[in-house]
């Protein structure tokens, strides 16, 4: 069967553990230095104990490397990846090229998003290079997936949820730009998420004071089907900065998903091991979202971003009937609670929120009268308590065992055999008198291996094989039982650390002779990587260049001319609406280029 992988983020340690206690089959963390997240490092003795933690269940662990490196990096970022793999990390992910001109171990490597897996030949170059898996780019379709399989053997990894960049990934340079924050060193200051007015050239305003840039999150839950038989081996949820409660609620809503995938499709099966059975109903639209969108996996559809915020706007759980002095009549199917979150957008278009103080039937009595009107929607973007919920269930992942406890020479043996086959083996050396009550002895007996405990471990069955029943006490029992469990575990570990020698690298010819500043070049190493490819032209990165006008800061899949009406493959227009627009914020003006062959839009700084 195919091992299909849910591949969960973690912020630290405490959320590591989380995405491995609710499904997920592997986890995603940065490194202390050198991630796309520059607020989620952790330290070496972290990873080291989420590794362990993960390895139990036969899941891995992968450490995020994935910004572009300085010269004066390189000798450390060199040191880390020996450490990383010292430790036992599964897989390094990177960005930079000049990572592969390195004294690297025998560690694998996964070709970040970040370096811009959205063409053919730009997957097909990678591959050769040496990469074992290449993430792809969240714009792409099922058909181009579909196409990519068909053209490479590489491992593939595809975004199914969280939160979308509204650039290619790798090829935005607006918030260093503005900001000198550079996305590509871990550091977007999420200038995407910032209201603009979008202007034509004669200054006319199309739309003022919008999040024009903010795309809604994705969700592609009801395409895992699809996804999997596409040939996608690892389903990736976006969130390194999100809390445990989060990874909770849509790790697990994920793992019933695909679980329920391959109860139909029996060709797949779940990359590691264990059950999980949360004391919750997992809903994705409950925790933090900014209202979801399928992106472009079945092709462009409309509304893909929300321009009226970026926030979470949680679940739509009614409408307002009647709006009196302290309180608002409401129209829902949810139950409410006091300190629920609540939500609306204005007349003007603005979300507002207030706190549920109190309820009487439908009777709703916020702690902010302000603003409310009849007839508007309301969405619940903190659900109290099943916030409450997430936070005190303590789930734990259990890893199904079978006891089997014999009569031997000189004493008594325990076997554990778990649901991957693998066992462990326990001898007592002692002599037991026969029991005077040979049925409460049983009983006994049974009780106590069936105590699982704080354990990894679900005893499933006890099989007890005697002649004559012994009385062994209870301290006996507890005793050889947690002494086999924590072989079993051992046993698991061991089993898991089959050393998988990654190719060496390789230096293919790349598909063009020039690298633009896009190619994201900014060190001696990445340069040589290039050179030996066939690159003979080489544009030094954005980050270490000092004039930026008039380079593109961005290439967007996200078309504010299809947003707006104003597609030239889907309407026809006249002459005066083909003419160039613009982004403004209260200090800079954008221009927009539009790419109708590639459905792309570009904005230009400067």
Known sequence: MKKIELLAPAKNLETGIAAINYGADAVYIGAPKFGARSAAGNTLEDIGKLLQYAHQYWAKVFITMNTILYDNELKEAEELIHKLYELGADALIVQDMGVLEMNLPPIELHASTQT?????????????????????????????????????????????????????????????????????????????????????????????DKHLLSLKDLNLSSHLDQIVDAGVCSLKIEGRLKDSSYLKNITSFYRQSLDKVFDRKREYEPASSGTINPDFKPDPEITFNRAYTSYFFTGRIPEIANFHTPKSMGKEIGKILEVKKDHVVVETKYELHNGDGLCFFNKNKLLKGFQVNGIQGNKVFPNDMSMLQKGVRLFRNNDHEFSKVLKRDNSVRKIGVEFYLDIVEGGINLTAIDEDEMSANIQIKESFESAKNEELALKNIRKQLQKSGDSIYQINNVEINFDSVPFVQAKKLNDLRRQCLEQLTFNRTEAFKVEEKRPLIAHPQYPAKELTYMGNVVNCKAEEFYHKCGVEKIEKGFELQNNHSGKTIMTTKHCLRHEFGMCQKETKTGKSQNQALFLVDNKNRYKLEFNCQRCEMKIIFG
């Open 116 to 208: 811009h897996n959205y063409d053919l030949d730009r997957i097909q170059f990678l591959e050769k290079v040496g990469f074992k898996r290449i993430i792809l780019a969240r714009e792409l379709s099922l058909e181009e997936i579909k196409n990519i399989r068909k053209n490479t053997s590489v491992e593939l990894e595809y975004f199914v949820h969280g939160a979308l960049c509204v650039s290619l990934s790798g090829q935005c340079y607006f918030s260093h730009a503005i900001g000198g924050r550079s996305a590509n060193r871990g550091e977007c200051s999420q200038a995407c998420r910032m209201k603009y007015d979008l202007v034509d050239v004669e200054g006319k305003v199309i739309a003022k």
